[in-house]
């Protein structure tokens, strides 16, 4: 997709929350450093609420010492 010649990319979902998740994606493949000048991701959650695990770290371990 163009806007006067240039390239852009559209991200859109049907709710606000939606676009947010979807700019969330679009931002982990730049980080992930991806290519991003083909990309065309659909992708649609199959449970109505996403659920966070506060507990465990960024680095994947758990802790499980509440004192």
């Known amino acids: ?5 240039s390239p852009i990319t559209v991200v859109t979902r049907n709710t606000n929350v ?3 998740y979807g700019t969330f ?3 982990k ?6 290519s991003i ?12 609420l ?3 695990n506060h507990w ?8 499980r010492g509440y004192a």
């Open 50 to 52: 996403r659920v966070l």
């Open 56 to 63: 465990d770290n960024l680095d994947r371990t758990v802790e």
């Open 18 to 20: 939606g676009v947010l």
């Open 29 to 34: 493949e730049m980080q992930l450093q991806n």
């Open 25 to 27: 994606r679009f931002i």
């Open 1 to 5: 997709m163009s806007y006067r010649d």
């Open 37 to 48: 000048t083909a990309l065309n991701i659909r992708d649609s959650p199959k449970i109505q």
